[in-house]
Nanobody, 121 residues
Framework: QVQLVESGGGLVQPGGSLRLSCAASGSIFSINDMGWYRQAPGKQRELVATITSGGSTNYADSVKGRFTISRDNAKNTVYLQMNSLKPEDTAVYYC???????????????WGQGTQVTVSS
């Protein structure tokens, strides 16, 4: 199994910044794509940003120019730097990783427990 643990969420004023971290641990053989998703109350979960093992990134239009995703492969950790935060960014943010474990061949998607980000005055 692979476990993902997010951290860094909290309450911030509009225009402020937060950095989310997600560390993967467990019987990791390899991790391919990693990403961040978010879910606001009453809405479906949506993709925020993804990053491949080679560092290629993709962002939702709503966060382009404000958020930056990065990763440290040696630490099996993905980050989300969030700048110029808006109230509409308020959501639970979930970390996702596509990977495999030592004891089985199939590739699986793994999810963290989520961390709350609230943007409010």
């Amino acid at each position: 199994q692979v476990q993902l643990v997010e951290s860094g969420g909290g309450l911030v004023q509009p225009g402020g910044s937060l950095r989310l971290s997600c560390a993967a641990s467990g019987s990791i053989f390899s991790i391919n794509d990693m990403g961040w998703y978010r879910q606001a109350p009453g809405k479906q979960r949506e993709l925020v940003a993804t990053i491949t093992s080679g560092g290629s990134t993709n962002y939702a239009d709503s966060v382009k120019g404000r958020f930056t995703i990065s990763r440290d492969n040696a630490k099996n950790t993905v980050y989300l730097q969030m700048n110029s935060l808006k109230p509409e960014d308020t959501a639970v943010y979930y970390c996702n990783a596509e990977g495999s474990v030592w004891y089985e061949a199939p590739i699986h998607d793994y999810w963290g427990q989520g961390t709350q980000v609230t943007v409010s005055s």
